[in-house]
C-alpha cells in the first residue's frame, strides 16, 4: 500500500471513529443531534480530504457503527441517516477534485454546499417515499432545524480541511 493511501486510510478511520464520539457528546442534551449535525461534520471532512470511495464509506460506516454501538440514530431514522451521510462523503470528494480552480477555499465550499444540498435532498425524498412527509416538514427537519449545525459545518470544516493541508497531513486536492 502506498504511503498516500495508508494516509487516507487512516484518516478516514479516525472520521468513522469522530462520527461515533462526537454526536455521543451532542446526545446529551436532548435534539442537539438534530440541531448541531455532529456526525455530518467527520464525514464531510473525510470526503473532502480523502476522496469520495472513503467519504461514501464512511458516510456509511459511521451511522451503522454508532447506531450499532451506541444506539443512535435509531433504527427507523438510520436508513435515510446513512444514505444523506453517503452522498455527503460521495459529492464532496467527487466535487474536491472535479472543481477546476486553483483557489482550494472554492474547491472545498463549493464541494460542501453542494454535498449538503444533494445530502438533504436525498434524505428528504427518502423519507418522502416511507411516510406522509410534506414539504413544509421537510424544510424544516432539513434546513431549519439545522441552521446551527449548517453554520457550523459552513464555519469549521473549511478551516480544519485547510488547517490540516497546511499541516502537511492531507494534501491539497489539484486538478
Known amino acids: 500500500m502506498k504511503e498516500n493511501q495508508v494516509k487516507k486510510l487512516v484518516m ?15 446526545h446529551t442534551i436532548q435534539n442537539a443531534g438534530s440541531i448541531f449535525l455532529p456526525m455530518h461534520i467527520p464525514v464531510l471532512i ?12 464512511c ?3 459511521a451511522p451503522v457503527l454508532s447506531s450499532l454501538f451506541t444506539g443512535m440514530p435509531p433504527a427507523a431514522i438510520l436508513p435515510a441517516m446513512l444514505c444523506e451521510l453517503a452522498v455527503y462523503g ?13 483557489k482550494q477555499i ?24 416511507v411516510g406522509e412527509y410534506s414539504f413544509k416538514i421537510f424544510i424544516t427537519s432539513s434546513f431549519l432545524t439545522g441552521i ?28
Open 148 to 175: 446551527p449545525g449548517i453554520l457550523i459545518q459552513l464555519i469549521f470544516i473549511p478551516v480544519i480541511v485547510l488547517a490540516l493541508q497546511k499541516a502537511g497531513i492531507a494534501e491539497p486536492k489539484r486538478r
Open 46 to 57: 473525510c470526503g473532502l480530504l480523502c476522496g469520495w470511495q472513503y467519504g461514501l464509506i
Open 106 to 129: 472554492v474547491k472545498i465550499y463549493g464541494s460542501l454546499i453542494t454535498a449538503m444540498l444533494a445530502g438533504r435532498i436525498v434524505s428528504g425524498i427518502l423519507k418522502a417515499l
Open 12 to 26: 478516514a478511520a479516525m472520521c468513522v471513529a469522530l462520527g461515533i464520539v462526537l454526536p455521543m457528546a451532542f
Open 90 to 102: 460521495l459529492i464532496t470528494g467527487i466535487c474536491v477534485y472535479g472543481i477546476h480552480t486553483e
Open 59 to 61: 458516510g456509511i460506516l
